[in-house]
């Protein structure tokens, strides 16, 4: 996450999560939503775990 000079907070989304959620596999890409959602920064090394 980051904080601009604003106070407005932003996530940055990594390439790998595009890659993720486009795979055919519907219930790898379920599995990656899951995963997501319950976070609050996004940490790819769960999310790839996730992917299987």
Known sequence: ML???FGASWQIVPTI???LMSDPDREKTNRVM???L???N???A???AAAG
Request: no cysteine; proline share 0%; net charge negative.
């Open 3 to 5: 904080k601009d000079r």
């Open 17 to 19: 999560l595009y890659e």
């Open 34 to 36: 899951e995963a997501m």
């Open 38 to 40: 319950k976070m609050k």
């Open 42 to 44: 996004l940490d790819v």
């Open 46 to 48: 769960e999310l790839q």
